[in-house]
């Protein structure tokens, strides 16, 4: 299935990326493959393949809990910074406000582009 260009300019415009005529290009011939691809594997027989969610057997590679002794609190606490009784005392935490600055918008957008089409 050939991609036309306005197809892969509309797909570009619904994924808010502004591309240049060479990637246009590039991207209409790489999703085409994609896409001739899929038909490829849509012509293989199925109908004796039963449905599964893996294709190999999972396993837990998770070993057995053991039970150790614990450190005594005095240990744990002997270079905290501050402390209360048997407990750690830290500095309470408060949320701010996040500012984002268009430089930042501008630099991260042009990450994405480079990351999702670089120059070969």
């Keep these: 299935m050939?991609?036309?260009k306005e197809e892969v300019l509309h797909i570009a415009r619904l994924a808010r990326l502004g591309m240049t005529e060479a990637?246009?290009?590039?991207?209409?011939?790489?999703?085409?493959?994609i896409l001739e691809n899929f038909e490829i594997l849509q012509?293989?027989?199925?109908?004796?393949?039963?449905?599964?969610?893996?294709?190999?057997?999972?396993?837990?590679?998770?070993s057995e809990d053991e039970i150790a002794p614990?450190?005594?609190s005095s240990e744990v606490l002997a270079n905290a910074p501050q402390k209360d009784g048997r407990r750690?005392?830290?500095?309470?935490?408060?949320a701010r406000?996040?500012?984002v600055r268009p430089r930042t918008l501008r630099?991260?957008?042009m990450l994405i582009k480079t990351l999702l089409f670089p120059i070969a």
Excluded at 23 to 33: G, M
Excluded at 47 to 62: E, G, M, P, R
Aim: a positive charge; hydrophobic letters at 40%; glycine letters at 0%.
């Design 107 to 109: 630099a991260s957008a």
């Design 43 to 62: 012509q293989v027989d199925t109908t004796d393949i039963l449905t599964t969610a893996q294709s190999i057997t999972l396993q837990n590679v998770v």
């Design 2 to 4: 050939k991609l036309t």
């Design 70 to 72: 614990s450190l005594p």
């Design 88 to 94: 750690l005392k830290i500095p309470k935490m408060r």
């Design 23 to 33: 990637e246009v290009d590039k991207l209409s011939e790489q999703l085409s493959n």
């Design 97 to 99: 406000p996040i500012r």
